[in-house]
């Protein structure tokens, strides 16, 4: 984070790569949702329409589930680095 005279700027990743689908390759579905979560995820997404709201959706999920699985290799690097780890608090198990 910097801020230069007026304009701050804080480094952030994006939500997701771009994989909005080109009309060709997209499905017509019909799903019976509740309305009440599609209006309030709408608003949480800043989503015009429901189906934005449902890209957006499906997007961010997507997002979480690369993000998830990215630190969970990098944690089993980490463990099969051979690292010694010290419970210094007492806490876990032997």
């Known amino acids: ?8 700027y804080i480094g952030s990743y994006t939500l997701t790569e771009d994989i909005s689908m080109p009309a060709r390759n997209r499905s017509h579905k019909h799903f019976q949702l509740d309305s009440a979560k599609i209006k309030r995820a709408q608003k949480a997404l800043r989503a015009t329409t429901e189906t934005e709201t449902i890209e957006r959706a499906l997007d961010f999920v ?6 998830n699985r990215l630190a969970h290799e990098a944690n089993e690097r980490f463990l ?7 419970d210094v608090y007492g806490v876990l198990d032997e």
């Open 62 to 67: 997507l997002s979480e589930d690369r993000g």
């Open 1 to 8: 984070m910097y801020i230069n005279g007026v304009i701050m």
């Open 80 to 86: 099969k680095s051979g690292i010694q780890i010290k």
